[in-house]
């Protein structure tokens, strides 16, 4: 248990569904990020939000929007996704205060698959 | 810009022996951290050990230490007395201090314990 929460753990989806993924974090951090991890592939940062407000957005495609209405939750809504896009999506926290520890912390995972 | 490398795509080792995990970085930020994960068939990231750039003593938590070596940008994981349970893709992840709080992750280790 890590603090971290990622709900559905696993997920199939048309290309035509909207769906979302969910991220809790209890650790009272102020950070969050969302991750792609394909096979064989290096893990690659999607987005960051810090303080609830979004810092970084890697070119990721439009058909994934998130959103971050406090510093303990965190979503990925999926619209019109495409095969390739099915892999893990890790979800992340730290606290970026100067007097807290550098830790990111990870969740389980959400395993997307689109077909 | 900066950068993990993990030369390694697989190891092998026995049982109770010991395994070092290569990681080498670049970056020209004075101030960073370095982070090991493991990741289990699962798909859930483990935290397993923290170094920070200006720390002067290697880290240690329980079997695993990270070989901290500055000059060469190196930063090496070790694993004493291998378990059965450590089998898992590991990961060496850099932070950049105000760099966003961003990790960036090497292309990853597959180890095996063998009996």
């Known amino acids: 248990e890590t603090g971290v929460t990622q709900t559905p753990r696993h997920l199939v989806m048309g290309m035509t569904n909207k769906k979302s993924l969910k991220c809790e974090q209890h650790?009272?951090?102020?950070?969050m990020y969302w991750y792609k991890q394909s096979a064989k592939k290096p893990l690659e940062l999607m987005f960051v939000?810090?303080?609830?407000?979004?810092?970084e957005n890697n070119s990721v495609p439009s058909r994934f929007s998130p959103e971050c209405p406090n510093s303990s939750h965190l979503f990925l809504h999926l619209h019109t996704l495409q095969p390739e896009d099915s892999a893990l999506y890790l979800c992340?926290?730290?606290?970026?205060?100067?007097?807290?520890?550098?830790?990111?912390?990870f969740g389980e995972g959400s395993w997307l698959t689109v077909v | 810009a900066q950068k993990i490398t993990q030369t390694q795509p697989g190891m092998f080792v026995q049982e109770k022996e010991a395994v070092t995990l290569d990681c080498t970085y670049d970056?020209?930020?004075?101030?960073?951290?370095l982070f090991w994960y493991k990741q289990p068939s699962s798909g859930e990231m483990i935290f397993l050990i923290y170094?920070?750039?200006?720390?002067?003593q290697n880290a240690t938590e329980g079997r695993y230490s990270l070989n901290f070596q500055k000059a060469r940008k190196s930063a090496n994981l070790v694993i004493s007395a291998s378990q059965l349970g450590d089998s898992a893709m590991y990961f060496c992840?850099?932070?950049?201090?105000?760099?966003?709080?961003?990790?960036?992750f090497g292309t990853g280790t597959q180890l095996k314990v063998e009996l």
């Open positions: 992340a926290s730290t606290s970026t205060r100067l007097s807290s520890g550098n830790t990111i912390y």
């Open positions: 970056t020209s930020d004075p101030s960073y951290g």
């Open positions: 939000y810090s303080l609830e407000e979004r810092v």
């Open positions: 992840a850099m932070r950049i201090t105000g760099g966003g709080n961003k990790l960036t």
């Open positions: 650790l009272g951090h102020n950070a």
């Open positions: 170094q920070g750039s200006y720390d002067q």
